[in-house]
């Protein structure tokens, strides 16, 4: 880890950053690479939102808000599993499974990043940030999977911090500039009965604002 600087937690949103781990590829259940496309646009007129301390929204297109709901478990389980990363072959502590409510490419990515934190003695402590959604689209004609996206502006906590499970001493990184929050962009999709994250994408380029 090495680099001196801010905590962790002031400038990365954990459960999404599996997005940036390097050499990832396919592997694991469908869906895969075959991103919703096709089909009707994206609504126009997406419904605007805010969300509580706990997660829960206020105005959500009710189309939408199983996506909605999908994504927020996932979220759940992933900061759970963080908390207590499992062993090789290992399952998961009650609450922490996030393949429940994720697909390929976002399921295997996050599997690779948890279970990589248990190898370097890493998990995380404290209060993980909140989601505040600032906009959904939905198209629920896409193929070949019904799409929705999400934007979403995390809080920062100052408490979520990650630490070596065997000194227990937090792990400090470089100050990321611009600083977060950052404006993440979340792909849900519905696949055989079920809404799962699908893909994640961030924008460290500015801070978002809720």
């Not at 939408?64 to 908390?83: G, I, N, S």
């Not at 070949?144 to 000194?167: F, G, K, M, Q, R």
Request: aromatic fraction near 10%.
């Amino acid at each position: 880890m090495g680099l001196r600087g801010s905590r962790l937690s002031e400038w990365v949103f954990i459960p999404l950053a599996a997005m940036a781990v390097a050499g990832c590829g396919g592997g694991g259940s469908e869906p895969r690479e075959d991103s919703p496309t096709s089909g009707a646009p994206l609504s126009s007129t997406s419904s605007l939102s805010t969300a509580t301390a706990t997660g829960t929204t206020t105005t959500i297109n009710p189309q939408a808000q199983a996506a909605v709901t999908a994504y927020f478990k996932f979220l759940a389980a992933t900061y759970e599993a963080e908390r207590n990363p499992p062993a090789p072959n290992a399952n998961y502590t009650p609450g922490a499974d996030f393949s429940r409510y994720s697909f390929d490419p976002t399921r295997y990515e996050q599997e690779q990043l948890i279970r990589s934190f248990y190898q370097k003695k890493i998990a995380l402590r404290g209060n993980p940030p909140k989601s505040r959604i600032l906009a959904t689209k939905d198209n629920l004609k896409s193929k070949p999977y019904p799409l929705v996206v999400i934007s979403d502006c995390p809080t920062v906590s100052s408490t979520w911090e990650a630490y070596n499970t065997t000194t227990g001493k937090t792990l400090v990184y470089a100050r990321q500039t611009p600083p977060p929050p950052h404006e993440m962009t979340i792909q849900v999709i519905f696949y055989q009965g079920n809404w799962g994250v699908y893909k994640v994408s961030g924008d460290t380029s500015r801070t978002c604002v809720a």
